[in-house]
């Protein structure tokens, strides 16, 4: 990490025309968090990775910054029933490299997806697609695993679409240095964990968003807070997200700087244990998992760590998303109650406790730690890089974790249900009542119905404390006056639909 920073701050030092920022030669530098390894949409298993791959490679659909499904690579669908969807592909667009676009692609790619063998990173996204049938040169057939009400949402946030013949050529990591897509940019330098570099493309279609802006777009690794604000008011880059509150106090004190807060779709959760998945541990006993959530003042933790707009949960969902009820049992911040409940458990002179967590949610484990600790849990935080802590937690070896979920952008509780229950692969809880209600709204159209079988599951959920529902994500920009740039209700930052005014 060192070497990295190191690394980037040479490269502004010593920085070519082409890296520097400002208006003036209509580029963008972007100073991201995230260390992109590859930019193979179906390589990575980092969420973030996507929204730069964004720039470069298309859904069928697209998300406006006011979270609606539009035409983008699809024109027009029409639901035939409750599992088939019928959609007509645009026709007159290119990849980068000038292989045509149509209906082979779309086939391909859900082909891809579909293969057990390809190792697809995040292969879960796609189970609620079963197949892709070509109906025409410009018009397919999707049939759904089961009737999936947020189907258009979930395919204006995934399925990136790959050149078929151009991917077949290659290999995924070859892909993943050089990608080509239909997307607004085009990349013409890529170097692992540093920086991506893209050039507007020409030929892109009339899309219904707009066009490029760009001439050049740089995504620059920094993965140090306190770099990126460093080259932000330093003017060597433009855009920088994911701020916490105190960063963004800085910033107000810079006359060239805007800063703005949006919402997201994300929400954090403390993961428990109570299924002893991981073998036998205290989250078990109910008593301590009460103790657990009235010693967290979750309110604060929000506001201090996210800002001002978060949310203090009582599901682990986001309250827009259909189906996230939050109308359950609720639990005050009461340290003389939470010690109460540690008297009457199985260990009432406490224990020691890891709680893991990758990068940017350490702070939020922190202070989980910290007030943990006033009711006799010797609490410490396990920090883990990125990769390395969704392997272990999906893989059933983390006992105790904080958990960031994006839902993809989704609107729908079907976005979060299957990865954490459902006997999915985060499912460390482990029960059958709430796993068959879950997994049954997610498939029917009835609203009403959907609706009573999550009241029961986050009901049960709720009444025995089976996580910790923690705070909504707020997303916090800053960057040069001059950039016209909007928030995206979602929390993503739509680079590609922003330019200088």
């Not at 428990?272 to 009460?290: F, H, I, M, S």
């Not at 904080?402 to 006997?423: L, M, R």
């Not at 996580?467 to 920009?477: E, G, L, Q």
């Amino acid at each position: 990490m060192k070497n990295l920073k190191i690394f980037a701050l040479s490269m502004m030092t010593l920085a070519p025309a082409s890296l520097c920022a400002g208006q003036a030669d209509n580029s963008l530098v972007w100073g991201y968090d995230t260390q992109l390894e590859s930019m193979n949409p179906y390589a990575t298993n980092k969420g973030k990775a996507q929204l730069v791959m964004r720039n470069v490679l298309e859904h069928l659909l697209y998300r406006t910054a006011d979270g609606q499904a539009k035409p983008a690579l699809a024109t027009s669908w029409t639901w035939v029933d409750a599992t088939t969807i019928d959609f007509t592909l645009r026709e007159g667009v290119t990849f980068h490299n000038g292989e045509a676009f149509d209906a082979d692609d779309v086939v391909y790619t859900v082909a891809q997806i579909k293969n057990p063998d390809a190792k697809i990173s995040a292969q879960g996204d796609y189970k609620f697609i079963e197949s892709v049938e070509k109906t025409g040169q410009y018009s397919i057939r999707m049939k759904l695993s089961k009737p999936t009400p947020s189907a258009i949402d979930r395919l204006s946030q995934t399925l990136f679409i790959l050149p078929n013949e151009t991917y077949e050529a290659m290999d995924a990591a070859e892909f993943g240095r050089a990608p080509v897509g239909t997307g607004p940019y085009k990349v013409t330098g890529f170097e692992a964990g540093q920086m991506v570099e893209f050039e507007r493309n020409e030929a892109y279609y009339d899309a219904e968003w707009g066009q490029p802006q760009f001439d050049k777009l740089t995504v620059l690794t920094l993965p140090d807070p306190q770099t990126r604000l460093a080259e932000l008011t330093s003017g060597r880059v433009d855009f920088v997200w994911g701020l916490s509150p105190d960063d963004m106090m800085q910033l107000t004190m810079s006359p060239d700087i805007e800063t703005v807060s949006g919402d997201s779709t994300t929400v954090t959760f403390l993961s428990l244990d109570p299924n002893a998945r991981t073998g036998d541990n205290p989250t078990q006993d109910k008593n301590v998992r009460l103790a657990m959530i009235h010693a967290i003042d979750r309110a604060v933790v929000g506001q201090v760590m996210q800002g001002a707009a978060s949310i203090a949960l009582e599901s682990s969902c986001h309250p827009k998303q259909f189906g996230c009820i939050q109308d359950v049992a609720g639990y005050e911040y009461n340290v003389e109650k939470a010690k109460e409940y540690m008297a009457a458990s199985a260990y009432p002179d406490g224990f020691e406790m890891k709680i893991a967590a990758f990068t940017e949610n350490a702070r939020i484990a922190e202070a989980v730690t910290g007030y943990l600790r006033k009711i006799g849990i010797e609490a410490t935080v396990d920090q883990r890089e990125t990769t390395a802590w969704v392997k272990d937690y999906f893989a059933g070896e983390i006992p105790v974790g904080i958990v960031p979920w994006p839902s993809n952008g989704v609107y729908d509780v079907s976005s979060i249900t299957p990865f954490f229950f459902e006997e999915g692969q985060g499912d460390y809880i482990g029960d059958a009542e709430i796993n068959a209600w879950f997994a049954e709204a997610g498939s029917i159209i009835d609203e009403e119905e959907r609706l009573r079988l999550y009241a029961l599951g986050f009901g049960k959920m709720a009444d025995e404390v089976l996580n910790i529902p923690m705070v909504t994500k707020v997303t916090n920009y800053a960057y040069r006056s001059g950039l016209d740039f909007t928030p995206a209700a979602d929390g993503y930052p739509l680079i590609y639909m922003a330019g200088w005014k």
